[in-house]
């Protein structure tokens, strides 16, 4: 397949880009000419309205991005991916977590899928009802641990009559000592997620956490700890008995739809579970059966290589306005870059364009009072993603009573905040209108066309504002399969392999190279630089 830069349609998307309808877009013009600009660019998807009117492209731009797509055989792409064909080509898989939330008896390997995840919710039903344990500990990292963590997190107000969930993931002992140190050994019980069953990282914890459960008088590890992987017999060797399995081609930061889900069915049940399930299938069979044109994964994708290597922006901030996603953009930052974070295309052959933007955010309103300020007015142009959530939900509050009424009110307060931040980057502000401001607390003899520029913004900065109805399992489910397919977009479009992840090995393997000559101080054979710090870190 011919490369994407080498299409006559990324020709044409250069020529556009060079244009009045690309560098030379000026969005507050557009909305100007266009009233209906708003929708002109929303597009509904299941259980997401997203507004895309405020990012730096028109009707044309949409159009010559969809048939850069087709030239890249976008729809084949997608088809082999849903099919189940070998897509990670350079580990001889399969990349199927869309079978995984398939309903029973339509998807690739729905047999095996079905028993795995009935086996699963069952426990976890079981863990809930019998009340043994007042706390779960969740072991693992990467996508063991953030997507589970993610969904528990936001979905905590349907966590209800359920043991307490904690998320350790860091080799530093800091952070399981610190979760241990509250705990009551005979009530807790210990879920090892790892893939292989060999990450160091994850091993560490656990063996930590087995050896604080025994000096706590803890007898029947069997009872209190149990595995997740795709490994069990290396579970088993490392005496676990019980063990939920998924398959090979289960990729870790994709994992969150199998039984490493454990930890959300334990917390917010199986029912509701399923339903995280069933939104990911919506959002599947739109991203299967949509014309590209109203595709939302697609046109994100899209949007995202337009952004990329045409206006050449570098990151892009993700800004929820929810606490409940306080930890999506870190989810997130593993999804697409470690998904398509490459330098070479699926032949191995050196890119000569850009790939993976750097992801990063923090929730609203706490970013505004953060990073917002280079947003705004910083030398960087960096697209900006909210998430709104139209209605609230709040665990064990009456929605009548007088804390009830004050959260609804602060809930309003933060969607204005969002709408406002959408806004202001877009509007901006002129150096007239900033000296036309009063400011009571101008710096004394400073001349006003000096502060006037201090106040000006430069506007023109894209957003795109993705609405959910609520935080529901189903709104969740729908909102992180869109991402999925999002990130599949791009990565086809660029030609990349966007299953595996080799960049992650060099590292791990060196450590284990250093972890003995920290104990012995053998430096024979380091660089300068490695050898000087070794020497120090033993002093």
């Known amino acids: 397949m011919t490369r994407c830069d080498q299409t006559s349609a990324w020709a044409a998307l250069a020529g556009h880009y060079a244009s009045p309808h690309g560098v030379g877009l000026d969005l507050r013009e557009r909305f100007a000419e266009d009233p209906d600009r708003a929708t002109r660019f929303t597009l509904h998807a299941p259980e997401v309205t997203a507004d895309l009117s405020k990012n730096l492209w028109d009707l044309a731009t949409q159009r010559l991005l969809v048939e850069l797509a087709l030239a890249r055989g976008l ?34 390997h729905s ?9 699963m919710l069952a426990y976890a039903e079981q863990v809930r009802s019998e009340g043994a344990f007042t706390d779960v500990v969740h072991i ?31 080799l530093d002992g800091h952070h399981l000592a610190g979760v241990l140190a ?18 160091q990282e994850t091993r560490a914890n656990a063996e930590a956490a087995r050896a604080w459960f025994t000096a706590q008088g803890g007898q029947d590890v069997a009872r209190h700890f149990v595995a997740v992987t795709a490994s069990p017999e290396t579970a088993r060797a490392f005496g676990i008995t019980r063990t939920f399995a998924f398959e090979d081609w289960v990729g870790g930061r994709f994992s969150l739809w199998s039984t490493m889900g454990l930890p959300v069915a334990i917390a917010v049940g199986a029912a509701n579970f399923r339903e995280l399930l069933a939104g990911a299938h919506a959002m599947d069979m739109h991203f299967a059966t949509a014309p590209l044109a109203a595709n939302l994964p697609v046109q994100l994708g899209l949007l995202d290589v337009w952004y990329r290597n045409f206006h050449r922006l570098a990151s892009r901030s993700i800004a929820p306005y929810h606490q409940g996603l306080a930890r999506l953009p870190a989810y997130l930052q593993q999804l697409e870059m ?9 032949q191995g052959q050196p890119l000569t364009l850009a790939t993976s933007p750097v992801v990063w955010g923090q929730a609203g309103t706490n970013g505004q009072h953060a990073f917002f300020q280079m947003l705004h007015q910083g030398s960087d142009v960096i697209p900006v993603e909210f998430i709104l959530v139209r209605t609230p939900r709040f665990a064990g509050v009456d929605m009548d009573g007088p804390l009830g009424r004050q959260l609804a009110a602060q809930h309003t307060q933060l969607l204005a ?22 400011v009571p607390t101008a710096a004394p003899g400073m001349a006003p066309a000096v502060l006037a520029a201090h106040r000006t913004f430069p506007g023109n900065r894209p957003s795109t504002v993705l609405l959910l ?10 909102l992180l399969a869109l991402y999925e397919h999002r990130v599949f977009t791009s990565g086809a479009i660029w030609g990349i392999n966007s299953f595996d992840q080799w960049g992650v090995e060099l590292g791990k393997a060196l450590c284990g190279a250093l972890l003995p000559r920290l104990a012995s101080g053998d430096v024979s054979g380091l660089d300068g630089s490695t050898a000087a710090l070794l020497q120090r870190l033993r002093a």
């Open 75 to 108: 729809p084949a792409q997608r088809d082999a991916l849903l099919r189940g064909d070998m897509v990670n080509a350079t580990e001889g898989r399969a990349a199927l977590h869309t079978a995984l939330r398939a309903p029973p008896g339509t998807g690739p």
């Open 111 to 119: 047999a095996t899928v079905q028993r795995e995840l009935d086996a």
């Open 140 to 170: 693992g990292i990467g996508g063991s641990d953030l997507g589970p963590q993610m969904v528990t997190r936001a979905l905590q107000p349907y966590a209800q009559d359920g043991p307490r969930l904690h998320f350790v993931s860091n």
């Open 182 to 199: 509250r705990l009551d050994a005979a009530r807790t019980l210990f879920i090892i997620g790892s893939k292989t069953f060999t990450t």
């Open 338 to 346: 470690e998904s398509n974070g490459k330098c070479v295309d699926a």
């Open 417 to 438: 905040n969002g709408l406002a931040q959408a806004q202001a980057l877009m509007l901006g502000k002129t150096a007239e209108a900033a000296a036309a401001e009063a």
């Open 469 to 478: 109805d609520e935080l529901s399992p189903r709104a969740l489910g729908a």
